[in-house]
Nanobody
Framework: QVQLVESGGGLAQAGGSLRLSCAAS????????MAWHRQAPGKQRELVAT???????NYADSVKGRFTISRDNAKNMMYLQMDSLKPEDTAVYYC?????????WGRGTQVTVSS
């Protein structure tokens, strides 16, 4: 399994931007599925965006056009650029990987968007 550590969360105003980072403890080049999930207070965890090893991306409708997921295999990093933030984006954001055998989760980073 791979250990994942998120960073970059914090407080932003509506309309602002934040960039989340996810550092992996080993090479991610062979990991096909990487993703960001989020969980708001009182709600279930939801999928935000995914990226494959080939760079194919998918987004939840709620963030499409505002968030951009990317990965840097050379640095063992994944990112989530969040623009045009809304108060409803407030949540704990989690990094996730699936290497074909094991799923791994980070501990999360809090994102709070004020109106």
């Amino acid at each position: 399994q791979v250990q994942l550590v998120e960073s970059g969360g914090g407080l932003a105003q509506a309309g602002g931007s934040l960039r989340l980072s996810c550092a992996a403890s080993r090479s991610i080049s062979s990991i096909n599925v990487m993703a960001w999930h989020r969980q708001a207070p009182g709600k279930q965890r939801e999928l935000v965006a995914t990226i494959s090893s080939g760079g194919t991306t998918n987004y939840a409708d709620s963030v499409k056009g505002r968030f951009t997921i990317s990965r840097d295999n050379a640095k063992n990093m994944m990112y989530l650029q969040m623009d045009s933030l809304k108060p409803e984006d407030t949540a704990v954001y989690y990094c996730y990987t699936f290497d074909g055998l094991f799923s791994s989760w980070g501990r999360g980073t809090q994102v709070t968007v004020s109106s």
